[in-house]
Nanobody, 118 residues
Framework: QLQASGGGLVQAGGSLRLSCAAS????????MAWFRQSPGKERELVAAVWGIDIDTYYYLDSVKGRFTISRDNAKNTVSLQMNRLKPEDTAVYYCAAVRGNLYTPQYWGQGTLVTVSS
């Protein structure tokens, strides 16, 4: 239902773009989000976009100004542009489809690993 791609290894200060394609029951009526999980840490919400006529956005404080979430409803995709990456951004990133509570998605994609070297 959700297929994520775009992870990889990048040096600190570099950029990566994650993409996620939704299919099946997931329509534009869902909000879309990116979570991440680092070893030994709980999964955290990184960014989200939701809304019907007007998009509303959420960003984790530590990524504000560096990450941008965007979605293409016609293609049913969501992307996360990550700039000025830091080693602490290293994590497995998951896309998710949400309806209601952002922190309890209805659907999860498989994770994609982002590694930022110092």
């Amino acid at each position: 239902q959700l297929q994520a791609s775009g992870g990889g290894l990048v040096q600190a200060g570099g950029s990566l773009r994650l993409s996620c394609a939704a299919s099946g029951r997931i329509s534009s009526g869902y909000g879309m989000a990116w979570f991440r999980q680092s070893p030994g840490k709980e999964r955290e919400l990184v960014a989200a976009v939701w809304g019907i006529d007007i998009d509303t956005y959420y960003y984790l404080d530590s990524v504000k100004g560096r990450f941008t979430i965007s979605r293409d409803n016609a293609k049913n995709t969501v992307s996360l542009q990550m700039n000025r990456l830091k080693p602490e951004d290293t994590a497995v990133y998951y896309c998710a489809a949400v309806r209601g509570n952002l922190y309890t998605p209805q659907y999860w994609g498989q994770g994609t690993l982002v590694t930022v070297s110092s």
